[in-house]
């Protein structure tokens, strides 16, 4: 049962443009959502994070938000620029106090030239 | 940020034998470490919670026998996969959460990860 989808594999923007992340939940109890980025052969890096009692939450070229009642979140990054190509992967937790992180199956951005 | 690095890197084994895997927080104090498991193209999956100084906490379907797990130190966190075989190959990847950050952010600092092939 995957509780946290991401259902596109991959996206491809130009750079410069805006890079549209998607992640779906399904499990309401869920109260903390966090983004990570992913280079092949290293762990995971944090990115950025939203509380449910958030919608909307914005750190230099990336915002996250949340619509609880669609069980939706989404990273936004802009300008896209080439060294943002990685895996991202959306994660959800039943608190901020926890570590045990439920992820989704990431999707693979590239960034063109 | 927090750092947390993971030693080694890559280790390829023969099926059967055991591979011991450490997980250090270098600049902050953990009680509590984690360990994610990695397939190709698939998500990561939280496998136990270390918790120093008592027994790991193993999420459903890990086997507690195969994938034994010391945190002898706020620092240290090892995983040993024991009798290894061919499908526990896998990328391995411990987090910590240093509590000075939280709860600002609440997020986990990631190892570089551990790349297992079993041959």
């Known amino acids: 049962d995957q509780q946290v989808k991401q259902n596109s594999p991959s996206l491809s923007v130009q750079e410069g443009r805006i890079s549209i992340l998607n992640c779906d939940y399904t499990?309401?109890?869920?109260?903390?959502f966090l983004w990570y980025k992913k280079y092949p052969a290293e762990g995971p890096t944090f990115l950025i994070s939203?509380?449910?009692?958030?919608d909307k939450n914005e750190d230099g070229r990336f915002t996250v938000f949340l619509n609880k009642s669609a069980k939706h979140l989404s990273l936004h990054i802009v300008p896209s620029q080439p060294g943002d190509s990685a895996v991202y992967f959306c994660?959800?937790?039943?608190?901020?106090?926890?570590?045990?992180?439920?992820f989704g199956q990431g999707t693979t951005l590239q960034v063109k030239p | 940020g927090a750092v947390v690095s993971q030693h080694p890197s890559w280790v390829i084994c023969k099926s059967g034998t055991s591979v011991k895997i450490e997980c250090r927080s270098l600049?902050?104090?953990?009680?509590?470490m984690f360990w994610y498991r990695q397939f190709p193209k698939q998500s990561l999956m939280l496998m136990a919670t270390?918790?120093?100084?008592?027994?790991?906490?193993?999420e459903q379907g890990v086997e507690k026998d195969k994938f034994l797990i010391n945190h002898a130190s706020l620092t240290l966190s090892t995983l040993t996969v024991t009798s290894a075989h061919p499908e526990d190959s896998s990328f391995y990847i411990c987090?910590?959460?240093?509590?000075?950050?939280?709860?600002?952010?609440?997020?986990?600092?990631f190892g570089e990860g551990s790349r297992l092939t079993v041959l």
């Open positions: 270390s918790n120093e100084g008592s027994k790991a906490t193993y």
């Open positions: 939203i509380s449910s009692i958030k």
């Open positions: 499990n309401s109890m869920f109260d903390y």
């Open positions: 600049d902050f104090q953990a009680t509590t």
């Open positions: 987090s910590a959460r240093d509590l000075r950050l939280v709860p600002r952010t609440g997020e986990l600092f």
């Open positions: 994660a959800a937790s039943f608190s901020s106090n926890t570590g045990k992180l439920i």
